[in-house]
């Protein structure tokens, strides 16, 4: 579970790879770029609940709890 940051270990081969979080409706609700290494995405705005993220180049949406 998160309060506040998301952090993402992107070690993929490209320098950059983009994400989007999605509510549990499916509307997009943050999107983005990963750099190479550990990202920070502020997710302190976003009201409690389940959010699913899709990484590019990553088999699968992976759930998020939002406390």
């Known amino acids: 579970p998160v ?3 998301l952090t993402i270990l992107n070690e ?3 320098n ?7 509510d549990q409706t499916g509307r997009q609700v943050i999107s ?3 750099n190479i ?7 302190s705005e976003l ?8 990484i ?6 992976y759930k998020v709890i939002k406390l």
């Open 3 to 5: 309060h506040d940051q």
């Open 12 to 14: 993929g081969q490209a």
């Open 16 to 22: 950059e790879s983009t994400f989007r979080l999605l």
């Open 32 to 34: 983005g770029k990963l």
């Open 37 to 43: 290494g550990a990202n920070q995405i502020n997710v």
């Open 47 to 54: 009201p409690a609940g389940m959010y699913f993220i899709q």
């Open 56 to 61: 590019q180049g990553a088999p699968k949406a």
